[in-house]
């Protein structure tokens, strides 16, 4: 199901951290719902999607994605007859390939290998916990106000004797490498000074469901496993200040949440912020996934159909 189909109604992570970037975007996608069909998906968030599905839900990742069967016509054949696919005898090439993978997205090579290069380190990770009993993409929902809120956490367990509640959150990056200055990777240089992804506040608002949900827990932990996008695909496991993501939730996330619910003053928030029609944080400017000028288009042809008279006179560009 479509992203905004899915979370219509609903206060998400991606949706609040796109209102801080950039509140007119956020109000084209999710207020106005522009077709965005046509924008090419940034490659570090299509990895960032297939990696977590083959990691938290396989299941949903083999109903969505395929692994490409690489060899010559004789070795498709051997795969399809292994796997019961009926033949003709009469199929070329390409009708094999869409025997074998349907509807689904293939993977390139590099993506391949990054899946797979990513799942074999954290499988290698004792501190990774996989065989640990998480719950994982565990729902929560809350609500401020009359704001309703949904938060989808990567892997959650609570420990009923001890009151203790774990969350935890995978991270796939890009910034896996040293950084003399502080000591660390970059990944945690970043996190720790301008945080340019908000996972703080994302973490903050994790802490904040938790203890809406589940009144009786005492304490929260929160852990961001973070893992590079390249070889040697390295590891690290972060866990954060749960006083500090409280103390966001009450200085920064509640503020967010309180301009979220003055709807009615859209143009307002709008026109504060019109210069930031995109950020970095999301398309990179100079590179093909830079949408910044189509969102423009989208933006201002919209405003030209509204200013262009019913009966089809002349346009007067003076207005613009």
Not at 88 to 103: A, F, N, Q, R, S
Not at 201 to 215: D, S
């Amino acid at each position: 199901m479509d992203y905004r189909e899915a979370n219509r109604g609903y206060i998400t992570p991606s949706k609040l951290k796109l209102f801080i970037d950039s509140p007119l975007l956020y109000k084209a996608i999710y207020v106005d719902e522009v077709d965005i069909s046509m924008l090419k998906k940034s490659p570090a968030l299509e990895l960032w999607t297939m990696v977590d599905k083959y990691i938290l839900t396989p299941e949903e990742f083999r109903k969505e994605y395929a692994f490409q069967v690489w060899g010559l016509k004789a070795d498709l054949v051997k795969y399809c007859e292994i796997r019961w696919i009926e033949l003709t005898g009469k199929e070329k090439v390409d009708d094999l390939k869409e025997l074998i993978y349907k509807d689904k997205i293939v993977l390139t090579q590099w993506q391949e290998d990054a899946v797979l290069g990513i799942a074999s380190e954290l499988a290698y990770q004792p501190l990774f916990d996989i065989k640990w009993d998480y719950v994982h993409q565990k729902d929560l929902f809350g609500e401020y106000n009359w704001l309703k809120i949904k938060w989808t956490l990567d892997r959650f367990q609570i420990d009923e004797w001890w009151a203790v509640a774990t969350i935890r959150d995978l991270k796939t990056t890009s910034q896996m490498y040293y950084n003399w200055y502080m000591d660390n990777t970059q990944f945690y240089a970043d996190l720790a000074t301008k945080d340019t992804f908000h996972y703080k506040l994302q973490m903050a608002m994790y802490v904040w469901l938790v203890h809406q949900c589940y009144p009786d827990v005492v304490n929260i932990r929160v852990i961001i496993d973070a893992v590079g996008t390249s070889d040697p695909y390295f590891y690290q496991w972060i866990m954060l200040d749960t006083k500090e993501l409280e103390d966001i939730w009450d200085t920064q996330v509640v503020k967010l949440l309180d301009d979220l619910k003055r709807m009615e003053e859209w143009t307002e928030i709008v026109n504060e912020h019109r210069n930031r029609l995109c950020s970095n944080r999301y398309y990179r400017l100079g590179t093909d996934d830079c949408i910044q000028e189509n969102f423009e288009y989208i933006w201002w042809e919209k405003e030209l159909l509204e200013k262009y008279d019913e009966e089809k006179q002349e346009f007067d560009w003076s207005t613009l």
